[in-house]
């Protein structure tokens, strides 16, 4: 074995110790221990389950009973609202712990050699994947700061917010009298709430919000233009010009855009053949907000305009 | 649901100044979807899917730099930091 070797062994050898003592110590507690721990609300929750309060709800059928069937309502949403929030603590804090054992593993084979780090990746792949297989997806290499760093709170959040929104029909159902808000009723409004924590949907959520984003973003990109402020007098007209430029957004309104747009005209656009009418269209709209700011350059703007539907009004 | 982005002329506008622009605007854009700023101006996002058609010459916006809503407010369109005066200031835009 020559010098370099031993050191590498050596190296090697304490890579592989801090990976196997670490993670038994690495899961530490960021609260106090629950006052009400899953056993005892999950406990709780089945002395009454739903066919016990139905089975009551039943047997009140008068009016009389209207406040009975209210109580067995409020008891049966309020045992089963504490047990879901009791294993969705349960479950925030699954993921919490196993953030800091991962990050813990990954820190100490970082300082190692590549084949503690590959076994660390190989070891965070299967935790994430045991916890959200939609999230890791078919990638072999997974950056546990991509997840656990910035997408993990992102999930939490739409999670909760999930929650608050499935709770909101619960707790505004509670209000209600028995009539109102059925036992059957709030037993839909609990599954919701129970599904609302869900990390696939979650991710679906954000997702769906990244989409939005990226087309929100690329919205502001196209803000290359400047628009006047306009004179409460071109509201109307405004909408007059655009009645007749949406009449002409078609292939048949094409060559009438063109002559308004083209080099003839506004020369707003140098080869008005080769655009789409929406395209056009969208040139003049941008002309509009720009340059049209009052009811005189409205009028000057239409006025060789061919109007035949007289959508432009006493504009013309 | 298609977007667009229109930059207000001036940075140096006022609250009814920049009502104005939003609503002038709508009537061509859509309706209002987001307000922010570039660094230079103000710029709103305009939603194309819903066109809003004037009846009268009244400016149906109101933007409020303040956190209470106008009395005859009907929505809140959007909120966000856009040039007040020369200022980037926290404002929400309300249908009214």
């Known amino acids: 074995m020559t010098g370099s070797e031993c050191i590498r062994g050596t190296t090697l050898f304490f890579s592989v110790m801090a990976l196997l003592v670490l993670p038994g110590c690495a899961s530490f507690n960021a609260r106090p221990d ?3 721990t899953v056993s005892s609300e999950l406990a709780a ?11 009551e709800w039943r047997t009140r059928g008068s009016a009389k ?6 109580e067995i309502r409020d008891t049966y949403v309020i045992l089963q609202m504490r047990a879901i929030d009791a294993r969705y603590r349960a479950f925030l804090t699954g993921l919490a712990q196993q953030a800091r054992g991962t990050n813990l593993v990954l820190d100490v084979a970082t300082l190692g050699l590549t084949g503690g780090a590959s076994f660390a990746a190989e070891k965070t792949a299967h935790i994430l994947s045991a916890g959200a297989t ?8 997974f950056n546990k700061d991509l997840f656990y760093e910035r997408t993990l709170p992102a999930l939490i959040d739409e999670m909760n917010a999930a929650r ?6 619960l707790t505004g159902g509670l209000g209600k009298t028995a009539d109102q808000y059925t036992l059957a009723m709030a037993d839909i409004d609990l599954s919701r709430y129970q599904d609302a924590a869900d990390l696939d949907t979650a991710l679906q959520q954000l997702t769906s919000a990244a989409a939005k984003h990226v087309e929100a973003a690329n919205a502001l990109y196209t803000a290359e233009f400047k628009a006047c402020l306009p004179k409460p007098d071109v509201y109307r007209p405004r909408a007059e010009m655009m009645a007749y430029l949406d009449s002409l957004t078609d292939d048949a309104g094409k060559p009438t855009l063109a002559t308004i747009a083209g080099p003839g005209s506004l020369g707003l656009v140098l080869d008005p053949q080769d655009k789409t009418p929406q395209e056009l269209a969208d040139a003049i709209r941008t002309y509009i907000s720009a340059k049209i700011c009052d009811v005189d350059s409205a009028r000057q ?10 959508l432009l009004g006493d504009l013309k | 649901m298609t977007i667009k982005a229109v930059g207000a002329d001036s940075p140096g506008w006022g609250p009814d100044d920049l009502a104005a622009f939003i609503w002038g605007n709508e009537i061509v854009w859509g309706q209002a979807s987001q307000i922010g700023n570039d660094g230079t101006t103000t710029v709103v996002i305009f939603d194309r899917s819903h066109v809003p058609v004037p009846q009268d010459d009244e400016t149906h916006v109101a933007v409020v730099a303040g956190p209470d809503a106008p009395a005859d407010a009907k929505a809140l369109l959007c909120s966000g930091k856009a040039f007040v005066n020369g200022a980037v200031t926290a404002v929400k835009v309300f249908r009214i």
Do not use: C, H
């Open chain 1, 34 to 36: 629950p006052l009400r």
């Open chain 1, 45 to 55: 929750a089945k002395t009454y389950p739903f066919e016990t309060a139905m089975a």
């Open chain 1, 65 to 70: 009973d209207v406040n009975d069937r209210r």
């Open chain 1, 164 to 169: 608050t929104a499935a709770r909101a029909s």
């Open chain 1, 301 to 310: 703007m239409v006025a060789t305009w061919d109007d035949p539907n007289t």
């Open chain 1, 134 to 141: 939609a999230v890791v997806g078919g990638r072999a290499a």
